[in-house]
């Protein structure tokens, strides 16, 4: 009766669809849209600097582990020196679906991905990380569905540490005084809060290591914001996003291997943590009320850990 509830609602929305039961949620649903005829092309944004053994894992993963076809690659090569490095993105242009473009700039992740947008053919942008390691095949089909859909803005996915936990499961404001990221740490076994971990949902941020939006969501809220060179740019983005009016989700159902900041180094050094106190700065004049009221998530629930 349930699955029947919500499959009535969405034929009287006119949303081609369909319904089953939660595989690993009893009581939850899982709705799948329907994929366009149309297969609108994806640019995919990959900034990189070296660091050959994840970046030749992330691509190679990509085009062997994903069953959507109709998409572009655009390398963004942020002043690579190694050799070998150099090779391989020569060589890897041999594919037609794939350009590098190179910028010897400092490393700012919002100009790189906002110039790389400036020259992608896609109606759908994805920002991902170069150490993102591709295991399911219907990765990209799951996110454009969901990013497809009038009401969506950003879509994020399930990214996994490479030990088997839990690194994103959407990101939640106020943890820490600023986000943290849902259910870190929980086992592939674990459903999480309320089943909150094995279900898709509306969240308000999901983190730029692997995020899909329209194109032309991204041009209307003008791209990422660079006065947030390395922190907090994909929260901020996904809160103008939603801001105008469109709903972000999370969904579980896109799931990959994510080897976290394995191409930054720790913010130690007193540039980098007048860089971060900066962008918190920002963060906290323009999105101070939102920060600590975050409609995805309960003021009954914890603000210190990412366990709710």
């Given amino acids: 009766a349930q699955v029947q509830v919500v499959q009535d609602h969405l034929a009287r929305i006119g949303s081609a669809a369909t ?10 649903v899982r709705v799948r849209y329907a994929q366009s005829e149309q297969q609108p092309l994806v640019s995919i944004i990959v900034p990189t600097r070296d660091r050959l053994d994840l970046l030749s894992v992330c691509l190679t993963t990509l085009f062997s582990n994903t069953e959507y076809s109709n998409f572009e690659v655009i390398i963004v090569d942020n002043g690579s020196e190694e050799l070998m490095t150099m090779k391989y993105l020569k060589d890897i242009q041999q594919r037609s679906n794939v350009k590098v473009i190179r910028m010897d700039v ?4 919002a100009y790189l991905n906002n110039r790389a947008v400036e020259k992608c053919l896609g109606d759908y942008v994805l920002l ?48 820490g005084g600023m986000a943290g990221h849902a259910h870190r740490g929980l086992s592939k076994i674990e459903n999480g809060y309320v089943n909150r971990a094995v279900v898709h949902q509306n969240i308000s941020a999901i983190t730029g290591a692997c995020l899909m939006v329209k194109r032309s969501i991204y041009d ?8 947030f060179a390395v922190a907090y740019n994909d929260i901020d983005f996904c809160l103008r ?23 930054r180094r720790a913010d130690t050094d007193p540039v980098q943590r007048a860089r971060l106190e900066k962008e918190v700065k920002i963060m906290k004049e323009r999105w101070g ?19 709710f």
């Fill in 19 to 28: 319904v089953e039961n939660s595989e690993r949620a009893r009581g939850m």
């Fill in 106 to 109: 400092p490393f700012n992740y």
């Fill in 220 to 227: 209307a809220v003008s791209g990422l914001d660079e006065q």
């Fill in 128 to 175: 991902l990380n170069n150490d993102i390691e591709f295991t399911d095949p219907d990765w990209l089909s799951e996110m454009l569905s969901w990013a497809m859909q009038p009401n969506v803005g950003c879509v994020g996915a399930k990214l996994w540490y490479p030990d088997g936990t839990l690194q994103h499961g959407g990101v939640i404001l106020g943890i």
């Fill in 241 to 263: 996003v939603q801001a105008a009016g469109y709903q972000n989700v999370w969904t579980p159902f896109a799931e990959m291997i994510h080897h976290e900041s394995a191409t």
């Fill in 289 to 307: 009320d939102l920060m600590q009221n975050d409609p995805a998530y309960s003021r009954n629930l914890s603000r210190v850990s990412e366990d």
